[in-house]
């Protein structure tokens, strides 16, 4: 396994809610990032933090936010729900820049449904 | 931005048979990363290609890299029924700091036993 850890695994939201999916990366990896993957696609880049700070985002509104935590772990937090949110969400850690093979290690992912 | 395509988009293939997917891009690739997904599971790293025409053998899995390095490959020799599932391939884009995958849309192979 990768030691990338993701919670919850599965919940149901109805549209208009807030949901908080939360990630614990790999032990002495510093950076995470998120991806959302809708069925039947690859999955997209939300964004990433190193050292608990955004440096990168992809083309997600700003009700896509999220936080990193001094253990590097991290939260993905959705406002106002809408139908089309509903994918599989996946945290990647990687070790810090310059560091590693360009590897991510992905969790299992959050499965959210928005009814 | 830059994109990477992958060819079929699905496969089925009796258990013995060879498969292959294709990834092509419109601009050079400064490298190449390849995944595999379980029904049902998470992205896992098969491997990373940087180097003009590499190539890298993993048992049965056979990954190129093209000289122009517009384009990627991966074959399976002689598939088998654990081989079911997507097969991704991504660009990784640095930017200081910031590492993000670009994915294909991925290849999906079903096996007949």
Known sequence: ETGVTQSPTHLIKTRGQQVTLRCSSQSGHNTVSWYQQALGQGPQFIFQYYREEENGRGNFPPRFSGLQFPNYSSELNVNALELDDSALYLCASSPGQGLGTGELFFGEGSRLTVL | ?113
Request: net charge positive.
């Open chain 2, 1 to 113: 931005g830059q994109q990477v395509m992958q060819i079929p988009q699905y496969q089925h293939v009796q258990e013995g048979e060879d498969f292959t997917t294709y990834c092509n891009s419109s601009t050079t690739l400064s490298n190449i990363q390849w995944y595999k997904q379980r029904p049902g599971g998470h992205p896992v790293f098969l491997i990373q290609l940087v180097k003009s025409g590499e190539v890298k053998k993993q048992k049965r899995l056979t990954f190129q890299f093209g000289e122009a390095k517009k384009n990627s490959s991966l074959h399976i020799t002689a598939t088998q029924t654990t081989d079911v599932g997507t097969y991704f391939c991504a660009l990784m884009k640095n930017a200081g700091n910031n590492r993000k995958l670009i994915w294909g849309l991925g290849t999906s192979l079903a096996v007949n036993p």
